[in-house]
């Protein structure tokens, strides 16, 4: 289908692109990649009057050292993300989904920003930056403010950003040496999750000290494992271990019941999957 008939902008900076938010209001709509809204739009699910094209504003592309985290510009395109040095090192949780998201030609177009503005529970990138601590930086007419990740996902494609506002970068704090594992159930390759877990362990020997687990599919929003992570701080990366601190995965999830299964066997899923994403983070 061919999306109605809009009016387009595409600003060379943040300042331009928040006014043309501020001059159309509720009439407008941000495009990143695309990916994610031109299918909305072809479907005739939004029609937009105006769409404000941010892929002309370099200062929301590229990752840089920040010190203590990495910061990934928000117009950063998957493809950039999952071979970056710097993220491979510092935030491997998040190369090893990306890794996963989609195909090449999705992962070339589609950005960092676009797909965590778009909350998509069934992405591949929330749980990732969730399980890594990130900060989003976002930029409207009075300023720019600071919201943790766990703020972040507010409900189904719902995202603490205003409609006034621009996500411009993500801050992920370094999480240098952690093992990490990304395990997702697809039927069909290169599509979202079924259920998918992310995993990232901090060893001490063949202890894992800290673990960070997190989920995409498995309610209206991407979650965080508090449960496991719990039960396996501080305990062997042994198969037993791990067994037990995975069967708490169900715990606190609402997963929707859909042609792929029903919410019983999504939480038997991603029982199984944890164990299997915990294991291969922990190097077991
Ligand atoms: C066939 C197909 C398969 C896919 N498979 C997967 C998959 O397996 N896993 C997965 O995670 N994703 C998948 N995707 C989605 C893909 O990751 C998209 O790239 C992503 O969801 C949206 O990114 P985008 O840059 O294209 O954003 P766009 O589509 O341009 O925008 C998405 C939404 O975010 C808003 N937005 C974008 N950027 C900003 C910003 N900087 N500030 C404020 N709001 C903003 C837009 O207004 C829009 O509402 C798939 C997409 C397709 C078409």
């Known amino acids: ?89 510092h935030a491997a949780l998040i190369s090893k989904a990306v890794g996963h998201l989609a195909d090449a030609q999705i992962r070339h177009r589609g950005t960092f920003g676009g797909a965590l503005a778009h909350a998509d529970p069934a992405g591949d990138l929330g749980a990732p930056v969730l399980c890594l601590g990130a900060e989003f930086v976002i930029a409207g007419s009075g300023g720019t403010r600071t919201v943790a990740a766990d703020d972040f996902f507010i409900d189904l494609f719902e995202t603490a950003i205003g409609d006034d506002e621009i996500l411009t970068e993500v801050r992920i704090p370094k999480h240098t040496g952690w093992g990490a594992h990304y395990e997702k159930m697809v039927r069909v390759a290169h599509q979202w999750p079924i259920v998918s877990v992310a995993a990232t362990v901090r060893m001490d020997g063949g202890t894992i000290a800290e673990a960070r687990v997190g989920f995409a599919n498995m309610g209206s929003t991407a979650l965080r494992a508090r449960g496991v992570e719990e039960a396996i701080a501080g305990q062997p990366a042994s198969e037993d271990a791990v067994r037990t601190a995975a069967a708490r995965a169900a715990e606190g999830t609402n997963p929707p019941s859909d042609l792929n299964g029903d919410a019983e066997y999504k939480n038997h899923v991603v029982g199984v999957l944890t164990r299997r994403a915990l294991l291969a983070a922990a190097g077991s």
Do not use: C
């Open 1 to 89: 289908m061919i999306p109605a008939a809009f009016d387009y902008v595409a600003p060379s900076s943040v300042e331009e692109a928040l006014a043309a938010l501020a001059q159309y209001g509720d009439e407008a709509k941000i495009i990143a990649g695309g990916q994610s809204l031109l299918p909305v739009l072809r479907m005739r699910l939004n029609a937009p009057e105006w769409i404000i094209d941010l892929r002309k504003i370099e200062s929301l592309r590229g990752i840089r050292d920040d010190g203590d985290a990495i910061v990934i510009g928000a117009m950063t395109p998957h493809s950039v993300v999952g071979s970056d040095p710097l993220v491979q090192e």
